[in-house]
């Protein structure tokens, strides 16, 4: 792993940190201080929830979910041609030993109407292999 990985992990924030320093969940329809910012994150991959094009032709999105010790839970969009690496790193992952994942991306919200209740969320959006690393 290449040095500046290794120091560039302890600035990640837990999900429960991110969802903090956001002030999320928030409204719907109004957008967060953090929308359109740059992220970091930790968590541990959710491997109910990895949906790659590979194992779900019929998907228009590619993503994946990380939670935190405390339950708290993020979803992580890919959003490449070319996301075919960021997923073989996740599996890599599942079989040498789970591993903590770091992910560095854009947050974005989303509005989340549930049962006549509506509230703001946050996600982060990927681009290539070098925005997660395992730890």
């Known amino acids: ?77 890919v959003l490449s041609d070319h996301n075919k690496e960021i997923f073989q790193r996740i599996y890599q992952n599942k079989v040498s030993g789970e591993k903590t994942a770091f992910i560095k991306g854009l947050l974005a919200g989303f509005d989340m109407p549930v049962m006549g209740r509506c509230r703001r969320g946050i996600s982060v959006s990927i681009k290539k292999a070098s925005d997660i690393f395992f730890q």
Do not use: T
Request: with cysteine; proline share 5%.
């Open 1 to 77: 792993m290449p040095h500046d990985q290794r120091n560039l992990s302890e600035e990640y924030l837990s999900i429960e940190e991110l969802h903090k320093a956001c002030h999320a969940p928030g409204v719907c329809g109004e957008k967060m201080d953090c929308e359109g910012e740059i992220a970091r994150v930790k968590g541990y991959i959710d491997y109910d929830n990895v949906f790659d094009r590979e194992h779900y032709p019929q998907l228009p999105y590619e993503k994946f979910k990380i939670h935190d010790m405390k339950g708290e839970s993020i979803e992580v969009w």
